[in-house]
């Protein structure tokens, strides 16, 4: 089950949130899975808008992976030239991943910083 937020927040409090409702950030796993969840977020009005998903490299730059699961990403989705970890003025880098429709290419992965606020998925999972 997915639940599209209609509340912004950086990365941190989207996990909070998530958590808070007995869910986690979303996570992607398969071709599939991205597709569903393309389709979830067109469906409810917001294809255009960014969304952070659990994806994170926090822990060690350029090593993705599920804050949701633990798992590395074995099925990637980045738009082209990401993750590319871009480093802002103030100094902060992209460590967590959000989906994007970047030149109407459809929901594609981008690295953004953490604090910026935007829109989040929560999914309830079983595994």
């Not at 926090?58 to 980045?78: D, K």
Request: net charge negative.
């Amino acid at each position: 089950m997915l639940f599209c937020s209609l509340l912004q927040a950086n990365w941190f409090k989207a996990q909070q949130y998530c958590r808070f409702h007995g869910m986690h950030l979303a996570s992607i796993a398969s071709q599939q899975e991205n597709d569903q969840l393309e389709k979830y977020v067109k469906d409810s009005g917001y294809g255009r808008e960014h969304f952070w998903t659990s994806g994170t490299d926090l822990a060690e730059e350029g090593n993705f992976f599920w804050m949701a699961n633990g798992r590395p990403l074995t099925f990637v989705n980045w738009n082209a030239g990401e993750p590319n970890n871009f480093r802002y003025e103030n100094g902060e880098e992209e460590n967590c991943l959000e989906l994007w429709n970047r030149d109407d290419k459809g929901l594609k992965w981008n690295d953004s910083p953490c604090s910026f606020e935007t829109f989040f998925i929560c999914e309830v999972r079983t595994d």
